[in-house]
């Protein structure tokens, strides 16, 4: 069903907080993946608000949907978004890195309430996702999984080991995203290994791709709406974003993949944020 | 065959090492729904295939991918079920590493791994198919249980015994041409405790996996022909280590001879040694295995022959131990 006005206005504030939540804790934790963290945020923000159906007061509920952030280093943003549910106190990530944290970079799901799979090294997460959702298949339960895919992470072998058998199994409860912002470490993801044509690889692989902009709303409802009711294949939903989105010094700038922000930045990525919304 | 049965009735003699493993997880996935297995285009040649063959909505062969092998176990474990893993042991241990340490390990996760075609069983093979680094590797992974059955029977009473123990573990099995020597199920396998086989004071052949049998015969015939009177202990589990009856060995034998079918660096050698230097104790220790080469082509009693470590090399090791003179330690006796 599309969404309502209102329910893109609900999703929007949600998605400025965590802009605002991502800075302070890239800024409290001394350095951050900021840059793949606030491209995925509509993503995250969709997923929560909208269509995991999961108790916060129950992390460990059996009939939970899942997600497997396998973009892992995105787990500053993950972590404030699970904050901001109420899985935990927001405060608890002022020590973001720190000392016996249990909030470092990558989230350790054994340490951080809500976390579905522990993440970090690229190439796992599909295949942990498909792992759930043949899960759920065995047991005859209706929970659905999803995934996250960096766009750079799909240069792992074991990521199209996991589509191969996504689409093998016809895991059709299983909905993926390639966060699509076309940065990686060492530039452009078309410079340091060339991806496309990217949907022509999924389709190849036996998936559905939907292809829409990552930072809309309603875009991205339109395609999971989707992806939860076609059952011939699996779907993948390439969502093309920005990397560093919202922060206008950031925004498609290889250095922002990971860095810290002092005060005056703080400051200036902020109000960056505050112009996208007015 | 009835389900529920124990082990002794199966025809042991007439069924491998891994069809042992197969039919028991067989029987135990009849009692139990919540396991799964897994393989990777390995369910016939690991024999976990009969489980497929008997649940095949619970079973799921990825193909030649081992490294989605492990990850699609983690993700079925997440979901509460108890995955049953095979393929063979190097790509186990090393091509799907990562996905055993970060997806299974890390997560601390109810992944049980029966690892086949271990150290030279498959010596015909050539080094892409010897595992002779498994131990070493799957020892270092926190959280992880590894254990290397001495034939079938045991490998029947490792399976079982590994469903009950939560957590990731990882069971070392060959390729199943090996001779079995127990003779029934029944004699006391525990999990982290050591077997003593044969009794001595004179020397001690700490074991596991195919050096147990050998070892076995060997300490009978050094008993017969030397007067020699030789301890063998069948550590099947590495880890946990038996740390007791090491320390017992060292304190009462005073030799320490290692015996296994893998690499002499990081294996069952190196665990024993371990407890030893941390405890203070002096002792002779020798370990016998593949000395940190790559293992030469080869049928596997070609190759433990070669290696010493079938009965003939296990008899010539402890008679040069027996020679080898060590400082002995004042305090020992009053500490035995």
Not at chain 1, 89 to 112: I, T
Not at chain 2, 14 to 32: K, P, S
Not at chain 2, 211 to 219: D, I
């Amino acid at each position: 069903m599309p969404l309502t006005d209102a329910q893109i206005t609900a999703l929007k504030a949600r998605a400025k907080q965590l802009r605002y939540d991502i800075i302070d804790i890239t800024g409290w934790s001394g350095g951050a993946h900021i840059g793949g963290a606030l491209s995925l945020v509509e993503i995250l923000v969709i997923l929560y608000d909208h269509y995991l159906t999961i108790d916060p007061a129950r992390p460990d509920w059996p009939e939970r949907d899942r997600l497997v952030v396998s973009k892992g280093h995105a787990g500053i943003g993950y972590a404030a978004l699970l904050a901001r549910k109420g899985y935990f106190d927001f405060e608890l990530l002022r020590d973001f890195n720190k000392f016996k944290s249990p909030f470092g970079m990558h989230l350790d799901g054994n340490k951080v309430r809500g976390v579905d799979a522990s993440t970090g090294s690229l190439g796992h997460g599909l295949s942990m996702a498909l792992g759930m959702a043949l899960g759920a298949r065995v047991q005859g339960q209706s929970w659905r999984t999803y995934c996250i895919l960096g766009d750079g992470e799909c240069n792992e072998g074991s990521v199209w080991e996991a589509a191969m058998a996504t689409a093998h199994f016809k895991a059709v409860n299983l909905t993926t995203f390639v966060d699509r912002n076309r940065l990686m470490i060492d530039g452009p993801t078309e410079e340091v290994m060339g991806l496309e044509p990217l949907a022509d690889k999924w389709r190849a692989f036996g998936f559905e791709v939907r292809e829409v902009d990552g930072h809309d709303f309603s875009a991205l409802a339109e395609a999971i709406d989707f992806s939860r009711s076609h059952t011939d294949a699996p779907v993948v939903i390439i969502a093309h974003t920005v990397k560093g989105k919202g922060v206008d010094f950031m925004e498609n700038d290889v250095r922002w993949h990971y860095g810290g922000l002092d005060t005056d930045l703080i400051a200036r990525a902020k109000a960056s944020v505050e112009k996208l919304y007015a | 065959m009835s389900e529920g049965l124990t082990w002794t009735v199966y025809d042991a003699d007439a069924m491998t090492q891994a069809e042992i493993y197969g039919q028991v997880l067989c029987d135990l996935g009849q009692r139990h729904p919540e396991i799964v297995g897994l393989s990777a285009d390995l369910a016939k040649s690991t024999k976990i295939g009969c489980f497929g063959d008997r649940f095949p909505q619970r079973f799921f062969n990825v193909g030649i991918a081992e490294q989605n092998l492990f990850g699609v176990a983690a993700g079925l474990a997440k979901a509460g079920l108890v995955p049953f893993v095979s393929t063979m042991a190097v790509f186990t241990s090393l091509r799907a590493a990562e996905q055993v340490r970060t997806d299974i390990c890390y997560q601390n996760l109810n992944v049980k791994i029966i690892a086949t075609h271990s150290g030279s069983s498959f010596g015909q093979a050539g080094t892409t198919h010897h595992c002779t680094e498994d131990l070493a590797v799957m020892r270092s992974f926190a959280n992880m249980t590894v254990i290397a059955p001495a034939d079938g029977i045991e490998t029947a009473n490792a399976v079982r015994a590994a469903f009950a123990w939560p957590g990731p573990v990882y069971i070392r099995i060959g390729r199943s041409f090996e001779p079995r020597f127990y003779d029934s199920e029944d004699y006391g396998f525990q999990i982290g405790r050591a077997i003593e086989l044969h009794p001595g004071t004179d020397a001690t052949l700490i074991c596991c996996g195919v050096t147990v049998r050998p070892a076995v015969e060997a300490a009978k015939v050094l008993s017969q022909e030397d007067g020699l009177s030789v301890r063998v202990l069948n550590v099947h589990t590495l880890k946990p280590l038996d740390e007791a009856a090491v320390m017992r060995a060292v304190t009462e034998t005073r030799r320490i001879l290692i015996f296994e079918d893998h690499n002499t660096v990081g294996g069952l050698g190196t665990a024993v040694a371990d407890v030893i230097a941390a405890s203070g104790k002096g002792c002779a220790f020798v370990k016998t295995g593949v000395p940190d080469c790559f293992c030469e082509v080869g049928y596997p009693e070609d190759l433990q022959s070669h290696y010493g470590l079938d009965t003939d090399g296990i008899i010539a090791r402890v008679r040069e131990t027996m020679n080898l003179e060590f400082e002995a330690d004042e305090d020992w006796e009053d500490e035995v």
